[in-house]
């Protein structure tokens, strides 16, 4: 099994029982050391990875990290563990600090079991920085964020090639996390610099100040929907080359309903259609799964039959997204969402929710 499915078999595993961990020992047990195994690392030999193991770090004797993994006898990762959803500040990595000063090893990881922070020594050598230059998230991931871990995988780990980009890593999250908060409150001076040539020399007022913050925010709204219907018509784009057949999801639009109300189809929907297909890509041709929007849910069917449901996408209100999976007796029932990429998280409830449709012989 390749590590992002393991990664996701393991978020679903602890999006289900996070809320039953409440300690920092269950935390290790349930959510630590199976992301260590992920990693290829055997949790069960010492050798490779040594649970609290034990320096005296100048006056301080017996000091100890949750886990060590070794490499030659020697630590190259360590990891100290908070309880589940823990606090993750730098004041909790004492222990990670002191440690990482006096061992060989290049990295070290503060985590919660939910969130995994990696810190290396950029600012000066051998000290660790106060700022990660990577994290992942176990209940919310993307592609490139696996590609980054992967680099920490036992049958690929290189310090040398995880230092390469572990600058430019650190960096993009700063920028990353700054563009993201002009995009919802822009600050003074962006709005000054972006309203400067079209303004014609006129002063920048509290008045002007106000508008033209309004109107950032706007540009960036409207700059994010055109990348993403970009990217919805770049995915649709190969299957029309290779099949020429229209795609089975409509564009953004407004439609009439048989009652002459008028049903959206957003961009979110359009999204999680084809995330459904990514998962079933295995399961069945693709151009067998199709969408029926709906004034309340946005329907997935096999065939194109309502009689074969496969989930409901329910994106009506957009502050609260869920999904609609069924069971052997078709009955519906909905799971919350934080965002339309978590329906990587239902994977095996879609699959079996497609195999209900097909005959003995198609499964």
């Known amino acids: 099994m390749d590590l992002v ?24 047990n349930a959510m630590v050391m199976p992301f260590i195994q992920a990693l290829g690392y055997n949790v069960f030999d010492p050798t490779e990875v040594t649970p609290e193991l034990v320096a005296d770090v100048g006056t301080k004797k017996g000091e100890k990290v949750d886990y060590a993994i070794l490499k030659g006898g020697q630590p190259i990762i360590l990891f100290e563990c908070k309880k589940s959803g823990g606090d993750l500040s730098i004041n909790h990595a004492g222990q990670l600090f002191r440690y990482f000063h006096v061992t060989e090893a290049r990295f070290g990881v503060l985590t919660n ?7 290396t020594d950029l600012e000066q050598p051998n000290k660790m920085d106060e700022k990660p230059f990577f994290e992942f998230n176990i209940l ?9 871990l992967k680099k920490f995988a036992k049958a690929l780990f290189n310090v040398d090639t995880i230092l390469t980009t572990a600058s430019d890593l650190k960096f993009t999250r700063i920028i990353q996390s700054r563009l993201a908060e ?51 018509k770049g ?21 009439k309903g048989k009652d002459g109300d008028q049903i959206v189809t957003t961009a979110e929907e359009i999204e ?11 399961c069945v041709p693709l151009k067998r799964i199709h969408m029926r929007d709906a004034q309340t849910y946005c329907a997935i069917l096999l065939d194109d039959n309502n009689r074969k449901p496969i989930c409901r996408l329910r994106f009506n209100n957009t502050e609260k997204l869920a999904v609609g999976l069924f069971n052997e007796n078709k009955d519906e029932e909905r ?7 978590d329906l990587y998280n239902h994977s095996d409830a879609i699959r079996s929710a497609l195999m209900l449709h097909l005959p003995k012989t198609e499964v």
């Open 5 to 28: 499915d393991q990664l996701r078999a393991l978020s679903s595993r602890i999006a289900l029982t996070k809320d039953m961990v409440s300690t920092e020992e269950a935390t290790k």
């Open 113 to 119: 079991g939910l969130v995994y922070r990696f810190f």
């Open 140 to 148: 919310d991931f993307k592609d490139r964020d696996v590609d980054e």
């Open 182 to 232: 002009w995009m919802t409150n822009p600050s003074e001076e962006l709005v000054r610099l972006l309203s400067g040539d079209l303004l014609g020399g006129k002063r920048f007022t509290p008045v002007v100040k106000d508008q033209f913050t309004l109107i950032t925010k706007r540009a960036f709204e409207s700059l994010i929907s055109e990348r993403i219907n970009e990217r919805l």
């Open 235 to 255: 995915a649709m784009t190969p299957e029309l080359s290779l099949t020429q057949e229209p795609p089975s999801a409509p564009s953004p639009a407004v439609v």
């Open 272 to 282: 999680g259609f084809h995330i459904v297909r990514a998962i079933l890509r295995d």
């Open 335 to 341: 799971f919350p969402l934080s965002q339309v990429e």
